[in-house]
């Protein structure tokens, strides 16, 4: 029977290869499991399929892909080729699909004979001991295991499998929405909402990466937007020096109330002194403003002065400067360009520490994803210390005092 042309993401073509097990990881809107349903009711057209399709939790069909793979059979317009009851389906070359939780039912799964593919839908849910019950029980000959699952956690069973202890003749695949030629605008405006209002939630969600401890995280006072940068500021620039591990970043940004705006960095590993200048040039008008730049590496100051940039100062630091810059930083509403990815980056995982032992977040700050955010300390540096300097007098009236 001839099917409708249909179009899938190129990734689909890891269906067709030869494996034991296919791992596809990533974020929403990526159409794993449509592609894996359209690419199971296709193979069960070209051969004899046994399919079980699992969740760690199934309580009732309605919690299984049943409904999606039925929506795939009419969308090939292969209805016809198959039988569709409430708990299974069947199809050509004696293809059957069935459904199954897993927790709980080691004695059920392991009583189906035959299955050459098992389907694992939202595998960061599946326990250990469930996929040491599935895996040994899916044995015919050439059988494969899928596994379509967003990241939850490192420690994920699955992932663990996935990125870690990776089985002989795996695939493993990160995809994301941007792997979908079809990503629905509906929900493009869904991700574009939290890329600039919740980039965690973005990058977990979206992006597939794993989900952070909130509360370690240091800033949370940020969003990501697109913006035009206005003609009539002054702007502030930082500069953080490295060379080999560490880069050489700097920033651009401006205060305006209560909010910080960043709207340019640049960024670069193993940049020689006699290149600096170029680098940070990238920034508009870079050499027009007051650049405050770390005081660690006095002969790169120097160079960068003679280089372009005569309004560069070092950054004064002193005790706790790091935390009182970190302090000031979070009492702005920031505003940053979506240009700025490694600034993103920087505030998406700059954590405090957290103690092995209980789990506590503690008010130390690691000191690591922090160049960029180096480097935009240094250049509100002169309005933190403006306002710290700022003196307040208040007035106390004194009680009226009656001579003896």
């Given at each position: 029977?001839?099917?409708?042309?249909?179009?899938?993401?190129?990734?689909?073509?890891?269906?067709?290869?030869?494996?034991?097990?296919?791992?596809?990881?990533?974020?929403?809107?990526?159409?794993?499991?449509?592609?894996?349903?359209?690419?199971?009711?296709?193979?069960?057209?070209?051969?004899?399929?046994?399919?079980?399709?699992?969740?760690?939790?199934?309580?009732?069909?309605?919690?299984?892909?049943?409904?999606?793979?039925?929506?795939?059979?009419?969308?090939?317009?292969?209805?016809?080729?198959?039988?569709?009851?409430?708990?299974?389906?069947?199809?050509?070359?004696?293809?059957?699909?069935?459904?199954?939780?897993?927790?709980?039912?080691?004695?059920?799964?392991?009583?189906?004979?035959?299955?050459?593919?098992?389907?694992?839908?939202?595998?960061?849910?599946?326990?250990?001991?469930?996929?040491?019950?599935?895996?040994?029980?899916?044995?015919?000959?050439?059988?494969?295991?899928?596994?379509?699952?967003?990241?939850?956690?490192?420690?994920?069973?699955?992932?663990?499998?996935?990125?870690?202890?990776?089985?002989?003749?795996?695939?493993?695949?990160?995809?994301?929405?941007?792997?979908?030629?079809?990503?629905?605008?509906?929900?493009?405006?869904?991700?574009?909402?939290?890329?600039?209002?919740?980039?965690?939630?973005?990058?977990?969600?979206?992006?597939?990466?794993?989900?952070?401890?909130?509360?370690?995280?240091?800033?949370?006072?940020?969003?990501?937007?697109?913006?035009?940068?206005?003609?009539?500021?002054?702007?502030?620039?930082?500069?953080?020096?490295?060379?080999?591990?560490?880069?050489?970043?700097?920033?651009?940004?401006?205060?305006?109330?209560?909010?910080?705006?960043?709207?340019?960095?640049?960024?670069?590993?193993?940049?020689?002194?006699?290149?600096?200048?170029?680098?940070?040039?990238?920034?508009?008008?870079?050499?027009?403003?007051?650049?405050?730049?770390?005081?660690?590496?006095?002969?790169?100051?120097?160079?960068?002065?003679?280089?372009?940039?005569?309004?560069?100062?070092?950054?004064?630091?002193?005790?706790?400067?790091?935390?009182?810059?970190?302090?000031?930083?979070?009492?702005?509403?920031?505003?940053?360009?979506?240009?700025?990815?490694?600034?993103?980056?920087?505030?998406t995982h700059y954590s405090y520490k957290v103690d092995?032992?209980?789990?506590?977040?503690?008010?130390?700050?690691?000191?690591?994803?922090?160049?960029?955010?180096?480097?935009?300390?240094?250049?509100?540096?002169?309005?933190?210390?403006?306002?710290?300097?700022?003196?307040?007098?208040?007035?106390?009236?004194?009680?009226?005092?009656?001579?003896?």
């Amino acid at each position: 029977m001839a099917t409708k042309q249909i179009d899938l993401p190129s990734y689909a073509s890891d269906l067709w290869e030869d494996f034991r097990h296919l791992f596809w990881r990533g974020g929403r809107g990526a159409a794993k499991s449509r592609t894996v349903a359209s690419g199971l009711v296709l193979q069960s057209m070209e051969r004899h399929e046994r399919v079980l399709c699992g969740r760690e939790v199934q309580k009732s069909i309605k919690d299984s892909v049943k409904r999606l793979l039925d929506d795939e059979i009419d969308r090939l317009g292969v209805r016809k080729a198959f039988e569709s009851t409430e708990t299974e389906i069947r199809g050509p070359n004696d293809s059957l699909f069935i459904f199954a939780g897993i927790r709980g039912n080691a004695n059920g799964i392991k009583s189906i004979e035959g299955v050459t593919t098992f389907w694992g839908e939202e595998a960061q849910a599946f326990s250990q001991s469930s996929i040491d019950t599935l895996i040994p029980t899916i044995r015919a000959p050439k059988s494969r295991l899928i596994w379509t699952y967003n990241p939850d956690l490192a420690t994920d069973p699955v992932d663990v499998m996935a990125m870690k202890n990776v089985p002989p003749n795996s695939i493993v695949r990160t995809v994301n929405y941007d792997d979908n030629p079809w990503f629905p605008d509906v929900l493009r405006a869904e991700m574009e909402f939290d890329r600039q209002r919740d980039y965690d939630k973005y990058l977990h969600i979206w992006r597939g990466e794993y989900r952070r401890n909130s509360e370690a995280r240091v800033f949370k006072n940020w969003r990501v937007e697109a913006f035009d940068s206005p003609q009539n500021v002054e702007y502030r620039l930082g500069a953080d020096f490295g060379f080999s591990i560490d880069p050489s970043c700097a920033v651009r940004c401006w205060i305006d109330g209560t909010q910080l705006f960043v709207d340019y960095e640049a960024w670069g590993l193993q940049i020689e002194i006699t290149d600096l200048a170029q680098l940070f040039m990238t920034i508009p008008d870079a050499e027009k403003y007051w650049l405050t730049a770390d005081s660690s590496r006095p002969e790169t100051i120097s160079h960068l002065r003679k280089s372009g940039f005569p309004k560069i100062a070092p950054a004064l630091k002193g005790a706790r400067s790091v935390e009182e810059g970190v302090e000031f930083l979070k009492s702005y509403d920031m505003i940053v360009h979506s240009r700025c990815q490694r600034l993103i980056d920087e505030l998406t995982h700059y954590s405090y520490k957290v103690d092995s032992l209980t789990g506590q977040v503690t008010g130390v700050l690691e000191d690591k994803d922090n160049h960029v955010i180096d480097a935009l300390r240094y250049a509100v540096e002169g309005a933190r210390r403006a306002m710290a300097g700022k003196k307040t007098t208040v007035f106390v009236p004194l009680p009226m005092v009656s001579k003896w």
